[in-house]
């Protein structure tokens, strides 16, 4: 079958860096996304991932090692206002997205 | 700017109720997909649609039903809401084609079934 594992929470200090990992067994894989989701509100884009390497967008930055199945979201220099749950995704060969459940982050000051 | 909207924030419906969830999007996206969000699980697709008046079942379609007459719009309908249905119901729209494409989601309906 297919999955995604995710933390289910982590907790930094603002102002820290934090990694959050994920690991996939997909059949077939077209890229890798990350979202962010604040609660009550709607998932937002924060990166696409297809080949190898790090991407680095500001305070944010994607890694992916498809070889291992496994990607992570590094964020720097962390603000309360990034306490949210980010969620990983995989396209897999169907072009169909599959979803982790999310990692919870909790800022703390 | 893209916008994703949702018919309603917060919804509470009885036990074998029809339920429409409306889904309105203003840029011109040919994809439009309709999940649900359970603690502890990933988003899951109910269904999703490619064009007008095309539908395709995602993961989880039992109990459900779509209907997109128009481009912006996509419409989710449980025919026979049970409690099991009660969820966040989000909606989302991406431009074109293989998925590759960044999907927009709107702010998503919580829908309570008694």
């Known amino acids: 079958g297919q999955n995604i594992d995710q933390p289910t929470e982590m907790t930094a200090t603002e102002g820290a860096i934090v990694q959050i990992n994920c690991t996939y067994q997909t059949s077939g894989f077209n890229g890798l996304f990350w979202y962010q989701q604040h609660a009550g509100e709607a998932p937002t884009f924060l990166s696409y991932?297809?080949l190898d390497g790090l991407e680095e967008k500001g305070r944010f930055s994607s890694f992916l090692s498809r070889s291992k199945g496994y990607s992570y979201l590094l964020l720097k220099e962390l603000q309360m206002k990034d306490s949210a749950s980010y969620l990983c995704a995989v396209l897999d060969s169907n072009y169909q997205l599959i979803w982790g459940a999310g990692t919870k982050l909790i800022i703390k000051p | 700017d893209v916008k994703v909207t949702q018919s309603s924030r917060y919804l509470v419906k009885r036990t074998g109720e029809k339920v429409f969830l409306e889904c309105v999007q203003d840029m011109d996206h040919e994809n439009m997909f309709w999940y649900r969000q359970d603690p502890g699980l990933g988003l899951r697709l109910i269904y999703f649609?490619?064009?007008?008046?095309?539908?395709e079942k995602g993961d989880i379609p039992e109990g459900y039903s779509v209907s997109r007459e128009k481009k912006e719009r996509f419409s989710l309908i449980l025919e026979s809401a049970s409690t099991n249905q009660t969820s966040m119901y989000l909606c989302?729209?991406?431009?074109?084609?293989?998925?590759?494409?960044?999907?927009?989601f709107g702010p998503g309906t919580r829908l309570t079934v008694l």
């Open positions: 649609s490619y064009d007008v008046k095309m539908k």
């Open positions: 991932n297809v």
């Open positions: 989302a729209s991406s431009p074109t084609g293989d998925g590759t494409d960044t999907q927009y």
